[in-house]
């Protein structure tokens, strides 16, 4: 059975920073294509950022480039979500995901995480 559980999530105050984690049980990100998505309240869950195993694809939101970073720890199994300068437009829930079917359905999801960019 596979798990996903995110953490790192707070208040943060606008141009601090946070690093987001995802710890996996029953999944290997070694051999799995992972994603970063959000939900903020009464909007569309977008793509965040998105690697594939390989780590030859890279994918991130425009208005996210330059400030947040995905990465695995293969040892820890963990994915994380590094975001720097966040901007009160950042605030949202936060979700980890695993094993893409599309770019927009991942096979398994983690239970979110709250971002409050907020001053």
């Known amino acids: 059975q596979v798990q996903l559980v995110e953490s790192g999530g707070g208040l943060v105050q606008p141009g601090g920073s946070l690093r987001l984690s995802c710890s996996a049980s029953?999944?290997?990100?070694?051999?799995?294509?992972t994603a970063w998505f959000r939900q903020a309240p009464g909007k569309e869950r977008e793509r965040v950022a998105a690697?594939?195993?390989?780590?030859?694809?890279?994918f991130y939101l425009e208005t996210v480039k330059g400030r947040f970073t995905i990465s695995t720890d293969n040892v820890e199994n963990t994915l994380y979500l590094q975001m720097n300068n966040l901007k009160p437009e950042d605030t949202a829930t936060y979700y980890c995901a695993a094993e893409p079917r599309t770019p927009r359905e991942y096979k398994y999801w983690g239970q979110g995480t709250q971002v409050t960019v907020s001053s």
């Open positions: 690697m594939s195993w390989t780590g030859e694809f890279l």
């Open positions: 029953g999944l290997n990100f070694r051999q799995s294509d």
